[in-house]
């Protein structure tokens, strides 16, 4: 669709979006890493510079030019993502976690590339597989709805990557993650392999803490979607 014209919305706002997903590494060769292409995180952040806003995008592991008006700060680890969220959002009247952060990290980086091999060749270790040891990640997001205390600023947003399985269908497991997360919005974003990840079009239900009214947007463009989770936002502000 046609692009809008620029509008005075969020104009004098500060907001931090952080999108794309986060590497962990493993050895200087390999890493863990998520489907996330940063396409929707950027799609926020220039319907944002587009309503006014000061906009700071905290990139991690994206290969999308950087939006008009817009401050790109990359980032690679979650650790890394973190740093840089809990000093932006000192400034900001809104944050949004755009991004797939890892839960998890290698508990141990490998300096060295690790080789295939290892052991005497011939002997019952050559040709066995390494393990390899995770730790849990900080969750950010939380970290920023605890740090905040009640009521203040920022305006928080999550997103959330959604299957359903057999415990729920997605927006009973978007319901629950918001209620643990306790932001003011939540993001509920259907996943799949052909769906979402490196799309240009998206489907999103958007959840507001403690209200039983849903937003649904899509499927449309990546910025339409933004669009709406601009709006919801506004509401609050
Ligand atoms: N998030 C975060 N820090 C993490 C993991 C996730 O800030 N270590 C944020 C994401 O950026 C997103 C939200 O939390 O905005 C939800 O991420 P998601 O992976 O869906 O939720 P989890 O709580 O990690 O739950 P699970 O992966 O078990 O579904
Ligand atoms: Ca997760």
Sequence with gaps: PEVSAPTRELAGRTVVISAGGTREPIDPVRF????????????????????GATVTLLAANTSLPAPAGVTVVPVSTALELQAAVEVAAKEADVVVMAA????????????????KTFGEPGSPEADAAPTIELVRNPDILAGLVESRGVGASPVIVGFAAETGDEQGD??????????????DLLVVNEVGVDKTFGQDDN???????????????GPA?????????????????
């Design 203 to 217: 489907t999103v239900h958007i959840l507001r803490l403690g209200s039983s009214h849903v937003v649904d947007a």
């Design 100 to 115: 797939a952060v890892a839960d998890f990290r290698p508990a141990h980086y490998a300096d060295a590339k690790i080789k």
């Design 170 to 183: 997605v927006l009973a497991h978007g319901r629950d993650k918001l209620a643990r997360k306790g932001c």
């Design 221 to 237: 463009s990546k910025e339409l979607v933004a669009a709406a989770v601009w709006d919801a936002v506004q509401e609050i502000l």
């Design 32 to 51: 863990l890493g998520n489907r996330s292409s940063g396409k929707q995180g950027y799609a926020l952040a220039t319907v944002a510079a587009r309503r």
